[in-house]
């Protein structure tokens, strides 16, 4: 394998109903810098089924080139085309970086592409940063420069690790949503838009799809949220949510949860934050009746304002929280609505 | 039918995590568990094999102590264990590792390949499909449910904001959810069993079309460059107070920070 050959930082485009995903724009904003300090190009590999007109958007959020698949085959997800599809574009264009939001799209494709093209993955990361690999000089090995560093928590979020793919191109990362920046997008941007196909042939792999089942979300995506009214155990009950509702309605946030709620069946799934939910980074969290868990804290930690209220006073979450309130939820939270409303409506 | 099922024994972080005094994780003081999606892959196989029949091999790497997971999963019901053990196999990513486990699973016959979703130490969710590439089969993950009709699989497969219904022809490698089940608990009956039941042990030599160049540390693409504990941003302020001073104090830092 010749490293030399390789160029360039390539995002994939996710795409669901032929919307283009929110970390796929976040994905462009990191890629920008990251090929910035490369001095190289930022394309994204746009795949899927009467999509070719999506390729404006991509070129305002930053792309300068986009490569697009466009295919019957790549209509709805399915892990063999669209793996077929990226491998393709990677052995065709060889490019330096490969990054792959870590969804539940990405985080099947992603590896099921670097194993393709014999190369190295990295999950989940939180932070992408060009540096040296070692990254300090050590005698008796080469010290490589311009290197992806790639680095993530593991273990629920106790360790972080840096990782490096120092010998094999391209360099493959998938990336939590709602960790990077998107730009401002740059209205009228116009990129090089190049198609390829790559040629699809089913075969047992790719496998039928007899449905597909949308659950009905009526409420704002957490991740989205300026402001978020967040409830964990010490809530005590699925009604008394409606407390921390009505703080979320004055203030014009949204309310999610922790995982221990979503245990108990209170709240749904795509509610939750923390290591196994989604991670956020709201203007204001407030931790309501959570004790703060590491992996929660894992999920949330950076928020600009954490206000957090619980009973408990060694609850760990007051150790994350910018201001601590040791107190009871159930009379400060209604009390907290009235005089924020009462602050609103003077204001007006 | 007959169904491989791939799991992992890790620290258990519910118990907490303990570190050495230099920082890193001191694994031998912690407790260790089967890796709960890969338990329920394997509660997954369980209910398969009452269903419709079928024979269960539960297969893991790792250091010797992994055996004690496979006498588990076979305490609960599976079949056969297979451990995959030898110095030159640490140290594996993903990449070394998926290679290692389908160069054991290679030797197997197999309808059906289950692995969990993710193991709860790494995280990473890439090992189930970097098996499927490496034995060039389907890979459905993030399965919520799994049937069988005939000869192919049809699952419900997980994503943010629905579910496709999928399905496929044999062999195919599944990933499970934890949400997918309750597993079952041990029998006395197959606790029993299981402690006296042969365990298969496989070292570098018994794993087929698995080149060197590919395994244990040195056949890792991915380098740790650093490791440590994460740094957390410190605590802020901690007040103690009656609800109506609580209240004016959050109103005035919402004032003060322009929330409001």
């Known amino acids: 394998m010749n490293l030399e050959e390789y160029k360039g930082v390539y995002v994939f485009a996710q795409q669901v109903d032929n919307e283009i995903s929110s970390i796929a724009f976040e994905l462009l904003g990191k890629a920008k810098d990251l090929a910035k300090d490369l001095n190289t190009e930022v394309t994204a590999m746009l795949l899927g089924s009467g999509i070719k007109g999506l390729a404006d958007q991509l070129a305002e959020y930053g792309a300068d080139k986009v490569i697009v698949v466009d295919d019957p085959e790549l209509k709805d997800y399915r892990t063999e085309p669209y793996a077929h599809a990226l491998a393709s574009i990677i052995n065709q264009y060889k490019p330096e970086i490969v990054l792959v939001g870590a969804t539940a799209i990405g985080r099947d494709l992603g590896p099921r592409v670097s194993a393709r093209v014999a190369t190295g993955l990295t999950a989940d990361c939180t932070v992408l940063e060009i540096g040296d690999f070692p990254l300090q000089a050590m005698p008796g090995q080469e010290q490589l420069h311009n290197q992806l560093l790639m680095t993530r928590p593991a273990f629920g979020g106790n360790t972080i690790a840096t ?12 990336v939590r949503a709602g960790v990077m920046q998107k730009i401002d997008p740059i209205k009228g941007a116009k990129a090089v838009v190049e198609e390829f ?7 047992n ?29 010490g809530v005590g009950s699925p009604e008394n949510f409606k407390l921390l509702e009505d703080l979320a309605e004055v203030l014009g946030g949204t309310v999610s949860c922790s995982r221990a709620v979503v245990d108990s069946g209170w709240k749904p799934k795509d509610l939750q934050v923390g290591q196994t939910g989604k991670t956020v980074r709201p203007n204001v969290y407030f931790a309501i009746g959570i004790s703060g868990a590491i992996q929660h804290v894992a999920g949330m930690e950076e928020s600009d304002i954490i206000i957090a209220i619980n009973k408990d006073a060694d609850a760990p979450i007051f150790d994350v929280a910018d201001y601590g309130i040791v107190g009871d939820l159930n009379k400060i939270v209604p009390k907290l609505t009235e005089a924020l409303k009462a602050e609103i409506a003077a204001s007006k | ?23 890193t994780l001191d694994r ?3 407790l260790t568990i089967m890796n709960p999606d890969d338990k329920a892959g394997l509660e997954a ?14 297969v893991t790497m790792g250091l010797p102590k992994a055996e004690e ?20 196999l640490g140290g594996a990513d993903t990449w070394a590792t998926s290679t290692t486990l389908a160069g054991a699973i290679r030797n197997l016959d197999y309808d059906l390949i289950i692995t969990g979703r993710q193991a709860i130490d790494g995280d990473t969710a890439q090992v189930g499909p970097q098996i499927s590439e490496h034995l060039n089969i389907p890979v459905i993950s993030y399965a919520q449910d799994i049937k069988i009709e005939g000869d192919s699989v049809i699952v419900e497969r997980q994503y943010e904001d629905r579910y496709h219904v999928v399905k496929a022809k044999m062999p195919c490698l599944i990933t499970a959810l934890s949400e997918l089940n309750e597993p079952r608990y041990m029998t006395p009956g197959g606790i029993f069993d299981a402690y006296k039941a042969d365990i298969t042990v496989w070292g570098r030599a018994d794993l087929k079309d698995v080149d060197d160049a590919n395994l244990g540390l040195k ?13 957390r941003k410190g605590a802020g302020e901690k007040v103690t107070l009656d609800p109506d001073e609580a209240v004016s104090y959050i109103v005035d830092k919402l004032k003060v920070k322009h929330v409001i």
Do not use: H, W
């Open chain 2, 1 to 23: 039918m007959k169904i491989v099922v791939c799991v992992k024994q890790v620290p258990d972080t519910k118990g907490g995590v303990k570190f050495n005094p230099d920082g």
């Open chain 1, 205 to 233: 792999k790719y496998v039928e799809i007899l449905d597909i089942v949308k659950s009905v979300v009526d409420t704002v995506d957490i991740m989205d949220a300026k402001i978020l009214v967040s409830g964990g155990r």
């Open chain 2, 45 to 58: 196989a369980l209910r398969l094999k009452d269903q419709y029949g079928a024979e269960v091999t539960v």
């Open chain 1, 163 to 174: 990782i490096a793919c120092p010998y094999n191109r391209p360099q493959m990362a998938t």
């Open chain 2, 28 to 30: 031998g003081a912690m």
């Open chain 2, 219 to 231: 056949g890792s693409p991915t380098k740790i460059a650093k490791a440590s504990d994460k740094v």
């Open chain 1, 197 to 203: 196909n790559p040629g699809f042939t089913p075969d």
């Open chain 2, 69 to 88: 997971v496979l006498r588990e999963a076979m305490a609960m019901g599976a079949d056969k264990g297979v451990l995959v053990t030898d110095r030159v």
